[in-house]
């Protein structure tokens, strides 16, 4: 190139170079590194290459762009515009050709690598380079004197075209082929799926194929199995889709449903076919919300714990119930979908994610894939709490990961008047700490109770996770309960909904909505196995404090940060740093599905994770134990004091103890 070659600078990347005259734009994006999409490889039939050219004179960029810097606008981009409408001032990128030095926007539509918005601020962004896409290819036509086969010259067409190489196809995919190019006229679209082990062509469509293509991010729990329904091209999430997982009717817990594979023969076989059965009907369903067929869903990514993804793929999960906890395999598998009975594209892929070690699992994987530990120069302590707590404690020089057997309490269960979280549940709890009062908030209303504008024929029907940790937060403040977890006599209480039951007391919250002796001790239990195994990762990591806290999972959204640290089932922290992240293993499925590099990275990621192990932990009984005052017998939580309701009740609640 020579300087009197046009310059052209491409916005916002900033990326400038020098080009011929006659080079297209999109060929000087390619030259030039630039992020501009095509399906048709520049045949002007996608629009996917669309630039907004900038005239005038650009100071910054030290250019003067006059409108002979791009060629005329030619028949194939009047026709586009003709046919599909081409926005004013946009430009086919495959078409205009540089004749002058020009300023060149790629708007995000146009970016093979656009990112997808994630609504929370500290989240890392989500770049788009889906392992299945479409291309558009023009296939060679058979001849006679070189003989070859239909998909040998499609595969070369692939690789001339798109530099894809070693493309391979399924059967189905095989027999539907040669009618394909021969309808198309030998051009065709085609989805590639270019993941381990090689790349593999899933569908043929004759011609131009405009449709989207799908994927589906799966994440599989003990109680609950989400879905997120994803656009491969934008990555727009089309459908969310939530079920119960039908396994608990064999047992609540992870642990009673591996001992009733290992108890009941053919029990693992129902455990498989009832979690694939709503894993399909999580498919049907959300194809049905999007509006599209479910034979357009050529993807799958499933994360779980380690229970949940044996017993998806079929495997019996004895092993994980008995020391030392071996999996049948601790890495990613690439698998049809069809395998996992998911009736999706017949030629569907499915990815799983790997796995951390036995008690934590591709859930865990997708959680540090989402929240990324590993990038965070603060350190940081992420919980994702659920029947099991899986727990990451990390900073860029490293991760440490454990699980914690919590149970189903922070879930209701095992709980006097506990129910799932869903209308008519108590969710929020404040208790007036000079009248011992309550009030509190259901789930489907949005009055607190002792506003007027509260209906007074709301049903109310038990309390849920979260309602019971404020519940027993907010007493621990109204001095209730005492730091061993002990609920007061109305005598010493001063408050008649303390009430005797058999030889402990329960407060009531609301007509017969009791919170008991046997409810704080439960809450207590659960709360201190997760702050014993954050504390334990803490002793791996030699420290005290956390910079940080990020509280996952669906239940940890809506956990009040200030209730679980009065309870202390996290350690202490900053308040304003702790920060609640949805369901983070769902979006590091979706990030999986989205970002081909993130599967290579969450797996070199989980090989990279020091997992420690709670059940042979000998401190870990210890932290148990200490963790079982609220908030805990020694650690000071030294941020609890600096707020301003807090400090005085808790100091009074440890006087009265001395
Ligand atoms: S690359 Fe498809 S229209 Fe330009």
């Not at 085609?190 to 004759?206: E, K």
């Not at 714990?305 to 119930?321: A, F, K, R, S, Y």
């Not at 504008?453 to 019971?468: E, L, Y």
Request: hydrophobic residues 45%; glycine residues 10%; charged residues 20%.
């Amino acid at each position: 190139m020579t300087a009197t070659d046009p310059l052209v600078i491409f916005t916002p990347s900033g990326k400038r170079g020098r080009v011929a005259a006659g080079t297209t734009v999109l060929d000087a994006a390619r030259a030039l590194g630039v992020d501009l999409d095509s399906v048709c490889g520049g045949r002007g039939i996608c629009s996917r290459c669309q630039v907004a050219p900038a005239f005038g004179a650009f100071p910054k960029h030290g250019v003067t762009v006059t409108e002979a810097a791009l060629s005329p606008r030619n028949a194939v981009e009047d026709r586009y515009d003709r046919i599909r409408g081409l926005a004013p001032g946009r430009r086919l990128g495959c078409q205009a050709q540089i004749r002058g030095d020009v300023v060149l926007d790629v708007p995000p539509e146009s970016q093979v690598h656009r990112q997808v918005v994630r609504k929370r601020a500290e989240a890392r962004a989500i770049s788009m380079d889906p392992a299945t896409r479409l291309h558009y290819v023009e296939v060679a036509e058979p001849d006679m004197h070189e003989p070859s086969g239909d998909l040998q010259r499609l595969e070369s067409a692939l690789a001339g075209q798109w530099g894809i190489t070693g493309a391979t196809a399924d059967l189905g995919t095989l027999q539907a082929l040669q009618s394909a190019l021969r309808s198309g006229d030998w051009k065709v679209t085609v989805a590639v799926h270019r993941d381990a082990p090689q790349p593999r062509i899933l569908h043929v469509w004759p011609g131009y194929h405009d449709g989207a293509i799908h994927g589906l991010a799966i994440d599989v729990g003990s109680t609950t199995i989400a879905g997120h329904l994803c656009d491969l091209a934008t990555g727009e999430v089309v459908a969310s889709v939530g079920l119960m997982n039908p396994q608990i009717r064999f047992g609540e817990d992870l642990m009673s449903r591996v001992s009733y594979a290992m108890l009941n023969p053919g029990g693992a076989a129902e455990l498989t076919a009832a979690v694939r059965d709503a894993l399909d009907s999580l498919a049907a369903q959300a194809a049905a919300e999007a509006g599209i067929d479910p034979a357009l869903i050529l993807e799958a990514v499933i994360v779980g714990n380690p229970v949940m993804l044996h017993l998806v793929l079929g495997i019996d999960p004895t092993e994980l119930g008995q020391a030392p906890f071996a999996l049948a395999t601790a890495d990613a598998l690439h698998l049809r979908a069809g395998e996992l009975g998911l009736h999706l594209h017949p030629s569907a892929r499915a990815y799983v994610l790997p796995c951390i070690a036995g008690h934590v699992g591709a859930d865990a994987a997708a959680v540090a894939l989402s929240e990324s530990p590993q990038l965070s120069d603060d350190l940081m302590l992420v919980v994702d709490v659920g029947t099991n707590a899986e727990i990451l404690l990390g900073n860029r020089t490293r991760v440490l990961a454990c699980s914690s057997p919590t149970g189903p309490a922070f879930e209701g269960a095992q709980i006097s008047s506990g129910q799932r979280a869903a209308p008519g549940a108590i969710e929020r709890v404040e208790i007036d700490p000079v009248s011992k009062e309550p009030r509190f908030r259901v789930i489907g209303t949005e009055a607190w109770s002792d506003d007027p504008a509260f209906p007074p024929d709301t049903r109310i029907t038990g309390i849920c996770g979260s309602g019971i940790i404020e519940a027993i937060a907010e007493m621990r403040l109204a001095g209730l309960v005492d730091a061993s977890g002990l609920i007061g006599s109305a005598e010493a209480t001063g408050t008649d909904r303390c009430v005797p039951q058999g030889r402990t007391h329960a407060y009531r919250l609301h007509g017969d909505i009791l919170v008991t002796q046997g409810d704080v001790r439960a809450i207590q239990l659960a709360k201190s196995a997760l702050y014993a195994g954050a504390r334990l990762l803490m002793d791996a990591f030699g420290t005290d404090s956390v910079d940080r806290i990020v509280l996952a999972g669906a239940f940890g959204a809506h956990i009040s940060p200030k209730h679980a640290m009065i309870l202390g089932m996290i350690p202490d922290c900053d308040l304003a740093r702790v920060s609640s992240a949805g369901n983070a293993a769902g979006t590091g499925a979706r990030i999986a599905l989205l970002n081909l590099a993130a599967r290579r990275e969450v797996e070199a990621l989980v090989r990279g994770i020091h997992k420690v192990e709670t059940a042979i932990e000998p401190r870990f009984q210890e932290h148990f134990v200490a963790a079982n005052a609220i908030p805990h017998a020694t650690a000071p939580f030294p941020h609890l004091p600096r707020l301003p309701d807090v400090a005085f009740n808790l100091g009074e609640g440890r006087r009265r103890r001395r």
